[in-house]
């Protein structure tokens, strides 16, 4: 069964970067969708980017674009999302989930970490 693991988060001032991977075990993420969410307590869990595993697309979510990189290295079941120019609102939680749909969509996931938090704050 695939697992996954977040690495990465911690404490940033507003304008700085984070570099949040997502380790899988136990099974190739190479035809799976993996795609990064966050959230608060009290909100709901937002999409924030997503790599497809069918070909080589990627999604952001509007208020990350240009911002955030989503990316893959299949060989190691590694998947990263480099985080720039951060700013409170991006504080939360932040998973990685998996599916091997291998489509980036609006749908439940099969696999998730533990999650990871990053917290923007001067």
């Known amino acids: 069964q695939l697992q996954l693991v977040e690495s990465g988060g911690g404490l940033v001032q507003p304008g700085g970067s984070l570099r949040l991977s997502c380790a899988a075990s136990?099974?190739?993420?190479?035809?799976?969708?993996v795609k990064w969410f966050r959230q608060v307590p009290g909100k709901e869990r937002e999409g924030v980017a997503c790599?497809?595993?069918?070909?080589?697309?990627?999604y952001y979510t509007n208020s990350v674009k240009g911002r955030f990189t989503i990316s893959r290295d299949n060989a190691k079941r590694m998947v990263y999302l480099q985080m720039n120019s951060l700013r409170p609102e991006d504080t939360a939680v932040y998973y990685c989930?998996?599916?091997?749909?291998?489509?980036?969509?609006?749908?439940?996931?099969?696999?998730w970490g533990q999650g990871t938090q990053v917290t923007v704050s001067s």
């Open positions: 136990g099974y190739t993420l190479e035809e799976y969708a």
């Open positions: 790599t497809s595993g069918r070909d080589p697309s990627t």
């Open positions: 989930a998996a599916d091997p749909l291998g489509l980036c969509g609006d749908y439940d996931y099969d696999y």
